[in-house]
């Protein structure tokens, strides 16, 4: 799962990891990423941080707290 508010960068990084024969989805926020995560569990998470509506800090807080989710590995990713 891609959580990244640009969209130019969320392709480019779907792109990369699709051409390595991932399935990728993505979510603009951390709270759409909440959302999706009620129907998918992905073996990964790669998040931007600085982003709308929750930042990637909260939201890897959030997951690490979930029974369900605390062992998805999260990557925070930043052009900063």
Not at 38 to 55: G, T, Y
């Amino acid at each position: 799962l891609i959580v990244e508010d640009s969209p130019t960068q969320a392709e480019q990084l779907k792109y990369l990891l699709e051409e390595s024969g991932y399935k990728v989805s993505a979510a603009a926020n951390g709270k759409q990423a909440l959302a999706s995560l009620r129907e998918l569990k992905p073996a990964l998470i790669i998040s931007d941080i600085v982003m709308p509506e929750m930042d990637g800090y909260e939201l890897c807080h959030r997951i690490k707290e979930d029974d369900n989710l605390k062992n998805i590995p999260f990557i925070l990713l930043t052009s900063l």
